[in-house]
């Protein structure tokens, strides 16, 4: 199986901060990771897919980066809203694996 | 618009079983491979099982592999998640989820406890 290794695994920020969530791969999935944010309660909002596509109807202050082993998920300009768990997916085989979330608190 | 919709969870004893199905709409089912995740009680995502379009390949992750079956009928529009031989570490919101993981349902609790 793939595995993703996920960090930090939380993050304490201000409203306004720039914010770099990083996920790595255990071999290379070319470009096929997701990220997403979850609430409590909720099910998982895609946010960024095939490494760096935003989903239609998210914010631009998310953006996402990387190819092969390594990605990134940026949040420029945190809002109160960002608040929540992120987590990195990969979907390169049937056998998909995710992170294991970062929460961003308030700092 | 794309939905799924899940049902079927609920509270089950250990080693009880449980069906699970997702109703989807708002695209042609019948194209996209389909999955199941399921996330435990303040827990991360955890993926469970696939099926492809016509139902010519099934996998599932070694927690559950023996125990459930993934099926699907693409002439209702459904996907089935047949759970068996439940144990309280299969307690979890379980979520259908589209392939690419471009469409999630909203999910369907499953509670295992005597």
């Known amino acids: 199986d793939i595995q993703m290794t996920q960090s930090p695994s939380t993050l304490s920020a201000f409203v306004g901060d720039r914010v770099t969530i990083t996920c790595r791969a255990s071999?290379?999935?070319?470009?096929?990771l997701a990220w997403y944010q979850q609430k409590p309660g909720k099910a998982p909002r895609l946010l960024i897919y095939?490494?760096?596509s935003l989903q239609s109807g998210v914010p631009s202050r998310f953006s996402g980066s990387g190819s092969g082993t390594e990605f990134t998920l940026i949040i420029t300009s945190l809002q109160i809203e960002d608040f929540a768990t992120y987590y990195c997916h990969q979907y390169k085989s049937f056998q998909w694996t995710f992170g294991q979330g970062t929460k961003v608190e308030i700092k | 618009e794309v939905q799924l919709v899940e049902s079927g969870g609920g509270l089950v004893k250990p080693g009880g079983s449980l069906r699970l199905s997702c109703s989807a709409s708002?695209?042609?089912?019948?194209?996209?491979?389909m999955n199941w995740v399921r996330q435990a009680p303040g827990k991360g995502l955890e993926w469970v099982s696939s099926?492809?379009?016509?139902?010519?390949?099934?996998y599932y992750a070694d927690s559950v592999q023996g125990r459930f079956i993934i099926s699907r009928d693409n002439a209702k529009n459904s996907l089935y998640l047949q759970m068996n031989s439940l144990r309280a570490e299969d307690t979890a919101v379980y979520y259908c989820?589209?392939?690419?993981?471009?469409?999630w349902g909203q999910g369907s609790l499953v509670t295992v406890s005597s």
């Open positions: 095939k490494a760096s």
């Open positions: 099926i492809t379009t016509r139902s010519s390949f099934m």
């Open positions: 989820v589209r392939e690419a993981a471009t469409a």
């Open positions: 071999q290379s999935i070319n470009n096929w």
């Open positions: 708002g695209f042609t089912f019948s194209n996209y491979n």
